[in-house]
Nanobody, 124 residues
Framework: QVQLVESGGGLVQAGGSLRLSCEAS????????MGWFRQAPGRSREFVAT????????DYADSVKGRFTISRDNANYTVYLQMNHLRPEDTAVYYC?????????????????WGQGTQVTVSS
């Protein structure tokens, strides 16, 4: 069992930055690939970024590549999402999730554990 708690969301102007954190508790954090997803009103949950257990393999959605950076600190059971050059279309609830099978890392259905989400709002 893994519990995940996101923080760091808020309101920011277009072009600004935010850093999201996701603190995990429970079983060995480094066993899990971790992902960030987001969901805007009226839309399905979409993949943002993922990082392997050791932090070696990283993948981003095309819409955030070059602007967002995912990282993890296994000693402190935390995964981060640094978001720069934010755009109004980045507005959504952002969720972190843990994938124990380490496959299908762009697919929300493959993630067993989810946080409660944190709201990110980017004003134009």
């Amino acid at each position: 069992q893994v519990q995940l708690v996101e923080s760091g969301g808020g309101l920011v102007q277009a072009g600004g930055s935010l850093r999201l954190s996701c603190e995990a508790s429970g079983r060995a954090f480094s066993w899990y690939s971790m992902g960030w997803f987001r969901q805007a009103p009226g839309r399905s949950r979409e993949f943002v970024a993922t990082i392997s257990g050791g932090g070696v393999t990283i993948d981003y959605a095309d819409s955030v590549k070059g602007r967002f950076t995912i990282s993890r600190d296994n000693a402190n059971y935390t995964v981060y999402l640094q978001m720069n050059h934010l755009r109004p279309e980045d507005t959504a609830v952002y969720y972190c999730a843990a994938n124990e099978l380490n496959v299908g890392l762009r697919e929300p259905a493959r993630y067993k554990y989810w946080g409660q989400g944190t709201q990110v709002t980017v004003s134009s």
